[in-house]
């Protein structure tokens, strides 16, 4: 065990401060080369004065690696309440009295976060923890934590200094006794799996090596090399295949430790949407040429279950062609893949082969066009109900599989209040996995199971819609899978939040504050910890998510500080329990521009600018000035640029408001004059944000100027409103 007494630094401005209290493998003192495979626990990191606290243990290879690198294995920022105004315990026990070794970690004597060697692999454990360790007390500022939790670089010239940290008592102690019997990994087998459809007409069945064989899987998110170390987990969740999207010379590390485990692998091959399946001979050609290469590659490995060729071609060919085309290039893939399960089938008589479709919409083509598959196969999620009777009246004559399934889809719920998909709750997305699987399995002698979506770790918007084990926390879903499947997962399950509301949801100042609640309860009396999220995807299409600025004033209760760019965006409650699991939930809400007192003197009136585009719309100088936030000027893509107004005589102003697009001036002068030719510059920064930037000045004159210097973006300069208040 290891424990410290710290306070936390409490500046006024801790932009780039970064505490810490480490744990770092003794190899690094003499080879710094040796990170991070030579472990590093963090038992107490935080970064930008947040009140919060994080706990990693970094091992493995970087960048990705067994342990995600560079992130870590790692609880996340997350409540830390009182933690910069007095003394706080943060404690890592290394408990070696089970065979899957763990590392606890605790503040003031409550789990936080904890990391088992079945998570990351055997080798990689013995790498990172058995071996002697120092411990690091450190206050570094600036670095990559800090600056990727505030999008930014720090610190800035806003940082207070004088922050310090304060370490009370640390002890380090040990307790002996007898070892359980080590982790190990199992042999990797050999010989290859024999795998057929067997039956008649609704009495089928799939059969391995001669036993009957029904798909409980998910489909496959990490990357192929760290596989070894997510295969325990993937059996204690009662899953017996994996599916991936394609198959090439990556693929062997994940064929081996399945079959390791005992678990069977979808083989994908991926053909491209909105090829050119008519004309284009070259394409297919060289892709059928290297499918059959691979198929003999790998055939006789015993993790292979079957060959599943493409993804979603047929639905999506409508985005790629219009007219007569589009049932053309449907017809020519269908034709395609029928070349390729031939091919397949020569070189490999001994496992199936498919074909995944986003809609059984599909199975027609396959049915006329493709009749040597084996079976069928589809993507299917709030539809998935219906599939049976799709089956049932399309007249098929070939069982299926369901390849992706879950939770409805971005594109399949009803929007909310502010015109963005309704995400369904963490319990509605629960019940979601629930319902497929029971829709799935329901279809006996037809459906041979399925393959839910997604095991995988991404944390953004995707992520937190689908994936059941985001940063490699464990959500309800995952154990509504778990228990599907027959799984034997801990028993320990995450928080539920049972209601989630914002004090404004339609119309938030840029910039300004709004509260959110969050009714969060865990079953087993676990503490719960928070942090909050935001997401832009309604906004500028980004999928990634960005540590929101708040305060904690109760449990579940927080203060925060919205966007300055204008749109929808969501804000996501995390909920952890110290335990790995936690609960999400996520809510929309609008930025608007802030309301100015005063008349807005510029509206209406004459506006002339150095550039602006007509390419791809009007973007000319007077859509800043008419009051229409839909509507927006646009400048050429130079660094120099300005934006004029006429506003008919002279007029003392008192304020600015400048509403940007995503591509906002970073460095820029507001400047008056009363003959449009000498100019007194009123207001002045070279660090500006973009979003809505509001100021007050202090001049009088006929015309106004903005005066811009520097780009934020690659782009032009884009205003939605260049306000002016006398």
Same mark, same amino acid.
């Given at each position: ?37 030579? =472990?590093? #626990? ?8 947040? $009140?919060?606290? +994080? &706990? @990693?243990?970094?091992? /493995? *290879? ?79 500022? =600036?670095? #990559? ?8 670089? $720090?610190?800035? +010239? &806003? @940082?207070?200094?004088? /922050? *310090? ?562």
């Amino acid at each position: 065990m290891i424990s410290a007494s710290v306070k936390q630094p409490n500046p006024a401005n801790g932009l780039g401060y970064w505490p810490a209290f480490k744990a770092v493998g003794a190899q690094y003192r003499s080879d710094m080369t040796t990170w991070p495979q030579m =472990g590093e #626990s963090d038992i107490l990191e935080d970064v930008n004065g947040r $009140s919060q606290l +994080s &706990a @990693t243990l970094h091992c /493995g *290879t970087a960048p990705n690696g067994n342990c995600n690198e560079y992130n870590g294995m790692t609880s996340g920022l997350a409540s830390c309440t009182n933690c910069q105004t007095g003394y706080h315990t943060y404690t890592e026990i290394i408990d070696r009295t089970q065979s899957d070794e763990q590392i606890r970690y605790y503040l003031d004597n409550q789990q936080v976060w904890q990391v088992n060697e079945s998570q990351v692999g055997v080798a990689t454990w013995q790498a990172a923890v058995d071996h002697g360790f120092y411990l690091v007390a450190d206050l570094a500022i =600036g670095g #990559s934590y800090p600056n990727a939790v505030c999008g930014c670089t $720090s610190p800035s +010239s &806003a @940082t207070s200094s004088g /922050g *310090t940290l304060s370490i009370g008592a640390v002890t380090v102690s040990t307790t002996t006794g007898t070892p359980p019997t080590p982790l190990t990994d199992p042999a990797v087998p050999t010989g290859a799996s024999n795998v057929h459809v067997t039956g008649s007409q609704g009495n089928w069945q799939l059969s391995v090596n001669g036993a009957p064989y029904q798909v409980k899987g998910v489909t496959w998110g990490p990357s192929t090399d760290t596989a070894a170390a997510h295969m325990r987990d993937l059996k204690s969740l009662g899953v017996n295949t994996v599916r991936t999207w394609g198959t090439d010379g990556t693929t062997q590390p994940l064929l081996d430790a399945a079959a390791a485990y005992g678990v069977k692998v979808i083989n994908g091959f991926w053909l491209n949407q909105g090829a050119d399946y008519v004309n284009d001979t070259a394409y297919k050609t060289s892709t059928l040429n290297s499918i059959v290469a691979w198929v003999n590659a790998y055939k006789n490995d015993p993790a292979v279950l079957m060959w599943d060729v493409g993804n979603e071609v047929i639905l999506t060919t409508q985005d790629h062609y219009t007219g007569a085309a589009v049932e053309q290039q449907r017809i020519a893939y269908a034709q395609y893949v029928e070349q390729i399960v031939q091919a397949i089938h020569a070189a490999d008589p001994n496992h199936p082969v498919t074909s995944t479709d986003a809609y059984t919409g599909a199975w027609p083509y396959y049915k006329q066009y493709t009749p040597d598959l084996d079976l069928y196969a589809v993507n299917s999620y709030g539809a998935v109900c219906s599939v049976k009777t799709d089956w049932v009246n399309g007249g098929y004559t070939k069982p299926y599989i369901v390849t992706e399934s879950g939770d409805s889809g971005e594109w399949e719920v009803p929007n909310d209040a502010n015109g963005v998909p309704t995400q369904p709750t963490d319990v509605q997305m629960r019940d979601g996995y629930t319902s497929a699987w029971n829709c799935i399995s329901g279809h006996t002698g037809v459906s041979f199971g399925g393959t839910l979506f997604n095991y995988g770790q991404e944390n953004d918007f995707g992520g937190i819609w689908f994936n059941l084990i985001p940063e490699a926390w464990k959500r309800l879903a995952y154990y509504a899978v778990a228990k599907d499947y027959g799984g034997t997962p801990q028993q320990n399950t995450p928080p539920v939040i049972s209601s989630m509301t914002l004090s404004n949801t339609t119309a938030v100042p840029s910039g300004g504050t709004f509260t959110v609640n969050a009714n969060a309860t865990d079953p087993d009396g676990d503490l719960i910890r928070y942090n909050l999220m935001y997401t832009s995807k309604y906004v500028d299409g980004g999928t990634g998510l960005q540590q929101v600025t708040f305060t904690q004033t109760g449990n579940g209760q927080f203060t925060v500080t919205a966007p300055k760019t204008l749109g929808v965006w969501k804000v996501y409650v995390y909920a952890y329990d110290g335990h790995g699991n936690v609960g999400v939930e996520t809510r929309s809400f609008k930025v608007v521009a802030p309301p100015v007192s005063g008349t807005d003197v510029a509206k209406g009136k004459p506006t002339t600018a150095s550039s602006f585009q007509t390419a791809n719309g009007n973007f000319t100088p007077g859509q800043a000035t008419d009051g229409d936030w839909t509507t927006r000027w646009a400048s050429n893509w130079d660094d120099a640029e300005w934006l004029q107004v006429d506003l008919g005589q002279t007029t003392a102003i008192h304020h600015v408001q400048l509403g940007w697009e995503a591509a906002y001036g970073k460095a820029y002068q507001v400047q008056v004059s009363n003959d449009g030719t000498n100019w007194t510059t009123v207001y002045s920064t070279t660090t500006a944000t973009g979003g809505v930037d509001d100021f007050d000045v202090s001049g009088s004159g006929r015309y106004v100027r903005l005066n811009l210097t520097q780009r934020g973006s690659a782009y032009g300069y884009s205003l939605y409103e260049f306000g002016v208040y006398a």
